[in-house]
């Protein structure tokens, strides 16, 4: 009865915190909007910020109760998802036969990722995670987005801040305010009580509190980003989720590990080095590889979810 109790508040808390972040971020977005800041501000920060928010709420609420070893998991888990999971799908459900990568990815933003995902792998194997090592992070991640706000500068055309100015209202809409305050409210009572389940269930099943996180938390944290690129999927535009799944583990690997271990240092379970990190580093590469084409067909999607298949089937020793 209480391993049920424990899995109904873990699922619902994880949907109120996806749910809450996709709120949050259309109502930031609105508020910079009426505020007059840049759209590529707004892409980069706002944005880029809130697919990645149920991953970075829930990592501070997990060290903050002293469970270290869910933040790395997550990340790792994250990570993995937003490649296999997420790319895979939106690669087989896409209305072309081929996604095209329009923009180019090769100069700067895929040396950025293998760049991040190593820094990760690097800064964790032995074991820890500290407070310099997340100094770092967070310079790799002002670093990231400082290039990206340079390339929107380039790229941004007349038109799109026209487009925006439009739509900006004379008076700012109640709404947006309650959505804010609302949406930042239910992040926090979902995060709270999604790692909360998390620790209780680890101890019903006697499992470690990481292999939940690098799988069930990783998959729900990365909602926003599924539920963008299948939208963005059905339209006929696939290679918006191929830049939102770069942007969000460079993000993960930088930021979310990172913000964290501010409050406390890390500890990475030895699960996570052995296993799932290896995993991680594997999707990055593939992920580098697929792209570099500039086109991800529907054979490769489907070799990506072969690959997270077994990655959650060995992960619960299914295979």
Known sequence: MELLFWSIIFIVSLVVLSKSA?????????????L???????????????TSLPELVSSIFAVLKDSSEIVVGNVVGS??????????????????KVINVGFELTHIDLPILIGSA??????????????????????????????????????????KEIRIKKGRKRKLDKKIILALVGGAFFIYLGAEYTIEAVIKLSEILNIGKE????????????????????????????EIAVGNVLGSNIFNSFAVMGIPALFKELIIPESILIFSLPIMLIATFLYFFITQDKQITKWEGWLLIIFYVFFIGKLFSLF
């Not at 996709?22 to 009426?34: M, P, R, S, V």
């Not at 007059?36 to 880029?48: E, K, N, R």
């Not at 939940?212 to 696939?238: F, M, W």
């Open 118 to 159: 190593f820094f990760l792998a690097v800064t964790i194997w032995d074991g820890v995670f500290t407070l310099s090592e997340a100094l770092l992070c967070i310079a790799g991640i002002v670093l990231y987005l400082f290039y990206t706000v340079n390339v929107e500068k380039k790229y941004t055309g007349i038109e």
């Open 79 to 96: 990570n993995i998802c937003n490649i296999f999971l997420v790319l895979g799908i939106v690669a087989i459900i896409s209305k072309k």
């Open 36 to 50: 007059d800041i840049p759209v590529f501000i707004i892409g980069v920060t706002i944005v880029a910020l809130g």
């Open 211 to 238: 292999i939940i996180a690098v799988s069930a938390i990783a998959l729900g944290t990365s909602l926003p980003e599924l539920t963008v690129s299948i939208t963005a999927a059905r339209e006929g535009k696939g």
């Open 22 to 34: 996709a709120y949050f971020t259309e109502a930031a977005e609105k508020l910079g909007i009426f």
